[in-house]
Protein backbone atom coordinates (compact mmCIF):
# COMPACT_ATOMS: atom_id res chain seq x y z
CA UNK A 1 0.00 0.00 0.00
CA UNK A 2 1.76 3.52 -1.07
CA UNK A 3 0.75 6.67 0.94
CA UNK A 4 1.65 9.53 0.00
CA UNK A 5 1.65 12.54 2.99
CA UNK A 6 1.15 16.41 2.49
CA UNK A 7 2.22 18.46 4.94
CA UNK A 8 3.51 22.39 5.33
CA UNK A 9 0.15 23.98 4.95
CA UNK A 10 -1.20 27.01 6.72
CA UNK A 11 -2.36 30.50 6.94
CA UNK A 12 0.01 33.56 5.44
CA UNK A 13 -0.34 36.42 4.62
CA UNK A 14 -0.04 37.78 1.21
CA UNK A 15 3.45 37.92 -0.11
CA UNK A 16 4.71 35.31 2.15
CA UNK A 17 6.25 31.87 1.71
CA UNK A 18 5.36 28.39 2.40
CA UNK A 19 7.03 25.30 1.71
CA UNK A 20 4.88 22.26 1.39
CA UNK A 21 6.56 18.29 1.67
CA UNK A 22 4.76 15.04 0.33
CA UNK A 23 6.39 11.69 1.71
CA UNK A 24 5.89 8.46 0.06
CA UNK A 25 5.62 5.76 2.09
CA UNK A 26 4.78 1.80 1.56
CA UNK A 27 6.98 0.69 -1.19
CA UNK A 28 10.48 0.82 -2.15
CA UNK A 29 10.29 1.81 -5.69
CA UNK A 30 11.28 4.69 -6.54
CA UNK A 31 8.26 6.92 -9.00
CA UNK A 32 8.58 8.19 -11.85
CA UNK A 33 6.68 11.92 -12.09
CA UNK A 34 5.90 13.61 -9.01
CA UNK A 35 2.90 16.19 -9.11
CA UNK A 36 1.36 19.19 -7.44
CA UNK A 37 -2.03 19.98 -8.04
CA UNK A 38 -4.36 22.31 -5.83
CA UNK A 39 -8.04 22.59 -5.42
CA UNK A 40 -10.21 25.58 -4.14
CA UNK A 41 -13.46 25.45 -2.95
CA UNK A 42 -16.39 25.32 -5.72
CA UNK A 43 -13.22 24.82 -8.67
CA UNK A 44 -11.77 22.14 -10.09
CA UNK A 45 -8.95 20.17 -9.28
CA UNK A 46 -6.04 22.26 -11.13
CA UNK A 47 -2.39 21.45 -12.13
CA UNK A 48 0.42 23.60 -10.20
CA UNK A 49 3.48 21.97 -11.40
CA UNK A 50 5.32 18.64 -12.09
CA UNK A 51 8.47 17.11 -11.39
CA UNK A 52 10.48 13.90 -13.20
CA UNK A 53 13.60 15.68 -13.45
CA UNK A 54 13.37 19.00 -13.95
CA UNK A 55 10.03 20.47 -12.91
CA UNK A 56 7.54 22.24 -15.20
CA UNK A 57 4.99 24.56 -14.02
CA UNK A 58 1.68 26.31 -14.29
CA UNK A 59 1.51 29.36 -16.06
CA UNK A 60 0.01 31.05 -12.85
CA UNK A 61 2.74 29.82 -10.47
CA UNK A 62 5.96 29.91 -12.74
CA UNK A 63 8.15 32.28 -11.10
CA UNK A 64 7.09 32.15 -7.69
CA UNK A 65 7.00 28.26 -6.90
CA UNK A 66 9.88 26.03 -7.02
CA UNK A 67 9.29 21.76 -6.93
CA UNK A 68 11.96 19.89 -6.29
CA UNK A 69 12.51 15.79 -5.15
CA UNK A 70 14.56 14.10 -3.07
CA UNK A 71 14.64 10.43 -4.49
CA UNK A 72 16.34 8.96 -1.51
CA UNK A 73 13.73 10.42 0.97
CA UNK A 74 10.74 9.58 -1.61
CA UNK A 75 10.03 13.00 -1.00
CA UNK A 76 8.90 16.05 -2.45
CA UNK A 77 8.72 19.71 -2.04
CA UNK A 78 6.95 22.66 -2.93
CA UNK A 79 8.35 26.09 -2.49
CA UNK A 80 5.62 28.55 -2.28
CA UNK A 81 6.82 32.46 -2.56
CA UNK A 82 5.18 35.29 -3.35
CA UNK A 83 1.89 34.11 -2.56
CA UNK A 84 -1.01 35.77 -3.07
CA UNK A 85 -5.05 34.91 -2.01
CA UNK A 86 -5.90 33.54 -5.36
CA UNK A 87 -3.45 30.24 -4.07
CA UNK A 88 -5.58 29.93 -1.10
CA UNK A 89 -6.42 25.95 -1.95
CA UNK A 90 -6.03 22.25 -0.79
CA UNK A 91 -2.30 21.16 -2.01
CA UNK A 92 -2.48 18.00 -3.06
CA UNK A 93 0.50 15.47 -4.66
CA UNK A 94 0.63 12.96 -6.67
CA UNK A 95 2.85 10.18 -7.83
CA UNK A 96 3.14 8.17 -11.18
CA UNK A 97 4.43 5.21 -11.55
CA UNK A 98 5.60 5.84 -15.09
CA UNK A 99 7.43 9.01 -16.10
CA UNK A 100 6.30 11.83 -18.33
CA UNK A 101 5.02 15.23 -18.20
CA UNK A 102 1.76 15.14 -16.81
CA UNK A 103 -0.97 17.90 -16.33
CA UNK A 104 -3.82 15.61 -16.09
CA UNK A 105 -5.08 14.14 -12.41
CA UNK A 106 -5.99 11.35 -14.76
CA UNK A 107 -1.90 10.98 -15.54
CA UNK A 108 -1.50 9.90 -11.65
CA UNK A 109 -1.87 6.96 -9.69
CA UNK A 110 -1.51 7.97 -6.23
CA UNK A 111 -2.78 11.06 -4.44
CA UNK A 112 -2.58 12.63 -0.68
CA UNK A 113 -4.70 13.56 1.27
CA UNK A 114 -4.17 17.20 0.87
CA UNK A 115 -3.62 20.30 2.93
CA UNK A 116 -4.68 23.43 3.24
CA UNK A 117 -3.08 26.58 2.12
CA UNK A 118 -4.85 30.11 3.12
CA UNK A 119 -3.36 33.24 1.67
CA UNK A 120 -5.04 36.17 3.65
CA UNK A 121 -4.78 39.65 1.75
Known amino acids: QVQLVESGGGLVQAGGSLRLSCAAS????????MGWFRQAPGKEREFVGTITRSPYYADSVKGRFTISRDNAKNTVYLEMNSLKPEDTAVYYC?????????????????WGQGTQVTVSS
Open 26 to 33: GRTFRFGT
Open 94 to 110: AAALSSGFYSQTTDYDY
